[in-house]
């Protein structure tokens, strides 16, 4: 046990000690008699050797303030009288959550016989707000009876009667998906019925609201449940545990992992909002998204976990599709920041930029999925809005079809399933955006929120210049893209290892950025025009396939 503190309650030398019953632990207070110590159950003997007299309210009203530190303590007694020979009726106060209780204590020559206490109030000041004690909500009881050995043990569970608070939060989605929020994996989150005041239980409720809200959402875009259970649990964990600060176990059920210090860890890491429940809100949709990832993909049957440039890449790419996406909408978001990096740690492959490794370059050529997570969310960013959330959706279906195959295929084909025929003009358009900062601009679909650009706190592909008459060669592969800037026109030529290599011509006048597909065959020179003033142009190859192709572009001066 962990020492919390010691102090006289009641006239004995106590301890109030943290139990790992629940993590982090259920309080109980010990009662010190010369030099030895014992809990709140065998307080009989303890007012025995400690000699004091056989005073119905005295032994009541002591027992009162020690006996309920589980749930509630800080405890003041009022109004102690005696009602009949032995029994005693009480009214308390405790500074944990301002938990006010009534008390029928019945007691005899050898101390207490039985003791019921039913929580009357909630937040009464004045009052501390603390974790432990939040089950004691009003119309929640428990009883204490005296066992053959003298000891005074609880006979039953917390119990809750009709009409009372519930010890449960939970609640119902759109499609009748039942969603419960669990306190430190203990199966109890207790719902005032309203907001208190008292923060741990506020947050609770609090946690079901956006749950719900984000649940809305993803119905919304057309993703359909398809889970194991009509059950889901959200684990509210305490920000000590060693389970995850936010995290999803990949299982074909609802779950969500999350810290009740999500938000302070990632204000310490650098990142910053400006709406704390809002950023709350944020990660609770990030994990959401590998829920109903595992629904579509259905790891377990497919006996594979999806890649993570899928799994981690989208659901950062999705944070800019909710009402709330506002306030992802700045530069030190998880979308953009990097986060506060100390010697050997890096949270650079965390957001949509850091993509530089030792070379730009070469990073696009290996493609937008290789050695990917959450920064593959540059590319998502812009296959979004060139197909939206219908799209979106089978994707995540198409990705059950081909979760078995290995490397990038597994992507790549459920691209082409999910939006047939476009999978090289989806990496054209990656590489054009990424290169003008054009192309990351729509509204959060089914929202009025105003339309936002998305890149504006990307980094850029800055690819150099192509000299007229030299040659250009890049390997790339598995969705690879290479790029020059052209300042001349001439005849392109483009020769390759592999078949099915695209070529495009983008252009930018400074307003609007455009791109075109040359249809050069292996080795045939196309015309491209010299750039307009005040226009930019680029030569951009992309290799929609698995495996790699060598592609050399080459611009000669027109004749």
């Known amino acids: 046990a962990e020492l919390g503190g010691r102090a006289t309650v009641a006239g004995f030398d106590t301890a109030l000690v943290l139990k790992p019953l629940v993590y982090p632990g259920v309080r109980y207070r010990l009662l010190g008699i010369d030099d030895v110590w014992c809990n709140a159950t065998g307080f009989n003997a303890a007012w025995q050797l400690a000699g004091r007299s056989v005073d119905p ?29 032995g029994v005693v009726s009480l009214d308390t106060h405790a500074l944990t959550n301002g938990i006010t209780a009534s008390w029928t204590i019945v007691t005899d020559a050898s101390g207490i016989r039985q003791a019921t206490w039913t929580a009357t109030g909630f937040a009464v000041q004045p009052f501390v707000a603390e974790w432990e004690g939040i089950t004691a909500t009003p119309g929640v009881s428990r009883t204490y009876t005296e066992s053959a050995d003298g000891s005074v043990l609880p006979v039953e569970a917390l119990v809750t009667p009709p009409g009372a608070p519930e010890l449960v939060t939970e609640g119902k989605t759109a499609d009748d998906f039942t969603i419960r929020i669990n306190y430190l994996q203990s199966g109890w989150s207790p719902n005032a019925g309203q907001d208190t005041g008292v923060h741990p239980v506020d947050f609770l409720r609090f946690v079901r609201k956006v749950t719900l809200e984000n649940y809305q959402d993803f119905y919304g875009w057309g993703f359909r449940k398809n889970w194991s259970s009509d059950l889901g649990i959200v684990y509210v964990d305490s920000s000590t545990a060693a389970t995850c600060l936010a995290c999803v176990f990949i299982r074909e059920d609802f779950n969500i992992h999350i810290s009740t210090g999500v938000t302070q860890a990632l204000f310490a890491l650098g990142f910053e909002y400006p709406d704390d429940k809002m950023a709350f809100s944020n990660v609770i949709g990030h994990e959401m998204t590998h829920d109903w990832q595992n629904a579509y993909y259905k790891p377990t049957q497919n006996g594979a976990s999806a890649g993570v440039h899928f799994a981690e890449g989208i659901a950062r790419m999705q944070e800019s599709l909710h009402p709330y996406s506002g306030v992802s909408h700045q530069p030190k978001s998880l979308i953009y920041s990097v986060g506060r990096e100390a010697p050997g740690v890096s949270l650079a ?54 979760a078995k195959k290995t ?17 090289a003009d989806d990496l054209a358009a990656f590489a054009q955006a990424s290169i003008t900062g054009k192309g990351y601009t729509w509204v959060s679909p089914g929202t009025t929120e105003p339309s936002r650009d998305w890149g504006q706190w990307l980094e850029r592909f800055v690819p150099p210049t192509l000299e007229a008459g030299q040659p250009f060669t890049k390997t790339i592969r598995d969705g690879g893209v290479m790029a020059r800037e052209i300042t001349t026109g001439g005849e392109l030529t483009m020769t390759s290892n592999r078949p099915g290599v695209g070529v495009y011509v983008i252009r930018d006048d400074g307003t609007t950025a455009t791109r075109t597909r040359i249809d050069t065959t292996d080795g045939i020179a196309d015309t491209v025009a010299a750039p307009a003033a005040g226009e930019k142009v680029w030569l951009v190859g992309v290799y929609p396939s698995l495996g790699s192709a060598s592609v050399t572009l080459r611009l000669n001066p027109a004749a």
């Open 57 to 85: 309210v005295a032994m009541a009203s002591a027992y009162a303030q020690v006996a309920a530190a589980p749930y509630f303590d800080g405890v003041s007694v009022s109004k102690a009288r005696e009602v009949a020979p």
């Open 349 to 402: 492959a965390n957001s949509c930029n850091g993509w530089d490794g030792a070379d730009r370059e070469a990073t696009f050529a290996a493609g937008p999925f290789t050695n990917k997570t959450y920064n593959a969310c540059y590319f998502w960013l812009t296959w979004f809005p060139n197909h939206g959330t219908s799209a979106y959706v089978d994707l995540f279906g198409a990705m059950f079809f081909h």
């Open 407 to 423: 490397g990038n295929a597994e992507i790549i084909d459920a691209l082409n399933q999910a939006s047939p025929g476009t999978f």
